[in-house]
Nanobody, 119 residues
Framework: QVQLVESGGGLVQPGGPLRLSCAAS????????????MDWYRQAPGKQRELVAA???????NYADSVKGRFTISKDNAKNTEYLQIDSLRPEDTAVYYC?????????WGQGTQVAVAS
């Protein structure tokens, strides 16, 4: 059973940075090696969940227009972990952030971590 555990959320002042992590655990090595893509989504109150950043197994990245230049997605294959570096946080970035791993055996989601941006 694959589990994704997120960390790094919290209350941050506007303009500040934050780094989210998502680590996979409880998996057989075959499942972890089959990861095709890692994503970060977010869901603000009253809004639909949206994809904000993605990174493929080959390292190609893609970002939502609203976060380009401020969010950076990365991964550490040896640790089965992905990261989301968020700079210049804005109040509109307030949301629950979810990680997702897409593998040949299916998709796995994290439980979500709250990010709140306020003075």
């Amino acid at each position: 059973q694959v589990q994704l555990v997120e960390s790094g959320g919290g209350l941050v002042q506007p303009g500040g940075p934050l780094r989210l992590s998502c680590a996979a655990s409880g998996a057989r090595s075959g499942i972890i090696f089959s990861i095709r893509r890692m994503d970060w989504y977010r869901q603000a109150p009253g809004k639909q969940r949206e994809l904000v950043a993605a990174i493929t197994s080959g390292g190609n990245t893609n970002y939502a227009d609203s976060v380009k230049g401020r969010f950076t997605i990365s991964k550490d294959n040896a640790k089965n972990t992905e990261y989301l570096q968020i700079d210049s946080l804005r109040p509109e970035d307030t949301a629950v952030y979810y990680c997702k791993f897409s593998t040949i055996t299916g998709d796995y989601w994290g439980q979500g971590t709250q990010v709140a941006v306020a003075s």
